[in-house]
């Protein structure tokens, strides 16, 4: 079966750096996704990746490593704003978004 | 603002009534598409439809029944719903489907089946 795995809730500073992981098994792979979405809103999109290596925009970045199944999303100099959930999703070979429980980040001044 | 509008933004309904989710896109897009999104659980897909005509049906209950008129608007209407179908219901458009590019979603209706 297809599967995404990120973790369920984490806490981090404001100011600090918080690194969001996504391990996934699925059937083809036509790129991965993250997505924000604030409590009561749409989720956003913020990164595409479909060949390894860092992308980086702004404060955010996204890795991507195929051969692992794996990927991160790194959030530097965090805002209280930051405080949202966090969805990772996989284009699978049909091109059908494949979508994670969502990692919800709570962050403390 | 995503460019993608929902309404009504909350509904709450009884098991014998009818009613409907309004969608629409105002970013000319030609694929929309429908998921239910539950506490702690991952977005499920639920309809898609491609240049007007749906081209994904996940196995969803026929309580639940898809239109789309035109490229702009989706409706998914609403009858004898059950308790356990009370989720956020959100609409999403891109460019096309059966490609990569990225999803647009709209706010959400949540739904509340008493």
């Known amino acids: 079966g297809q599967n995404i795995d990120q973790p369920t809730e984490m806490t981090a500073t404001e100011g600090a750096i918080v690194q969001i992981n996504c391990t996934y098994q699925?059937?083809?792979?036509?790129?991965l996704f993250w997505y924000q979405q604030h409590a009561g809103e749409a989720p956003t999109f913020l990164s595409y990746n479909v060949l390894d290596g860092l992308e980086e925009k702004g404060r955010f970045s996204s890795f991507l490593s195929r051969s692992k199944g794996y990927s991160y999303l790194l959030l530097k100099e965090l805002q209280m704003k930051d405080s949202a959930s966090y969805l990772c999703?996989?284009?699978?070979?049909?091109?059908?978004?494949?979508w994670g429980a969502g990692t919800k980040l709570i962050i403390k001044p | 603002e995503t460019g993608v509008t929902q309404t009504p933004r909350h509904l709450v309904m009884g098991m014998t009534n009818k009613k409907s989710l309004k969608c629409e896109q105002h970013l000319g897009h030609n694929a929309m598409y429908w998921y239910k999104q539950s506490a702690k659980k991952p977005l499920e897909l639920m309809f898609v439809?491609?240049?007007?005509?749906?081209?994904e049906n996940n196995s969803v209950p026929s309580r639940f029944s898809p239109e789309c008129p035109n490229s702009s608007h989706l409706f998914l209407h609403l009858h004898t719903l059950q308790p356990e179908d009370s989720a956020l219901y959100l609409c999403?458009?891109?460019?096309?489907?059966?490609?990569?590019?990225?999803?647009?979603f709209g706010p959400g209706t949540r739904l509340t089946v008493t």
């Open positions: 999703a996989v284009m699978d070979s049909n091109y059908q978004l494949i």
């Open positions: 439809y491609n240049f007007k005509e749906q081209t």
């Open positions: 999403a458009s891109s460019q096309e489907s059966g490609s990569s590019y990225e999803q647009y």
């Open positions: 699925t059937s083809g792979f036509n790129g």
